[in-house]
């Protein structure tokens, strides 16, 4: 019997630990999950074995910056976002979580939940997914730009050890001429601050 996907209950905050052994993954305090049930429970995934054991998970949502676009409608391509705005963000979906226990590895669980994830952007009507991710975790870098992510900036003391993290950045349908991704996002650095 195969591992299936299933929607996040809060039950499973009791089963999850397998998850997040790896020291490179976040845990959060169980607020900040009831807080994702509550407001985005369809982006709330975990795929269980046969065992019901949780093998992965994700936390998602979407959204956009709590103040409004400075020229509207919004259009990445307009110079003043290349330049003043260029931290803008529009509306978009979010990996706020993706973790995957390590006997679970190499699975497809990470591109099954990611994918879950970008339908509901796209159904959204987002530019984009975006995810942040810790500068040194290279096995996770790779495998998100094999999904088709890639680096938008660098987010300096990103984390609560000092770490930074690039934002990765995968271009949804609407986004049909790829203009809310950019080369070489991992020489472009920005102060925490400037990320809401």
């Given at each position: ?26 845990t ?20 269980e ?57 190499r ?12 339908q ?22 790779k ?18 050890d ?7 950045r ?27």
């Amino acid at each position: 019997m195969a591992s299936t996907a299933r929607p996040m209950t809060p039950m499973d905050l009791l089963k999850f630990n397998p998850c997040n052994l790896d020291h490179l993954t976040e845990t959060y305090n169980i607020g900040f999950y009831l807080d994702y049930f509550t407001k985005w429970p369809n982006l709330c995934k975990v795929i269980e074995n046969e065992n019901g054991q949780i093998e992965a998970y994700i936390l998602g949502k979407v959204e956009a910056s709590p103040f409004p676009a400075p020229i509207e409608p919004y259009d990445p391509s307009l110079k003043i976002y290349q330049k003043k705005f260029s931290n803008y963000l529009p509306w978009h979906a979010h990996i706020t979580c993706l973790t995957v226990a390590p006997s679970a590895r190499r699975l497809g669980h990470a591109t099954k939940l990611s994918e879950a994830l970008e339908q509901v952007g796209d159904e959204q009507d987002a530019w984009f997914v975006d995810l942040f991710v810790r500068v040194e975790n290279e096995a996770a870098i790779k495998l998100y730009e094999k999904m088709g992510y890639s680096i938008f900036r660098r987010i300096s003391d990103h984390y609560n050890d000092g770490s930074d993290a690039f934002d990765m950045r995968k271009p949804l349908k609407r986004d049909k001429q790829r203009k809310t991704v950019r080369p070489n996002g991992e020489n472009i650095k920005i102060d925490p601050t400037e990320v809401w």
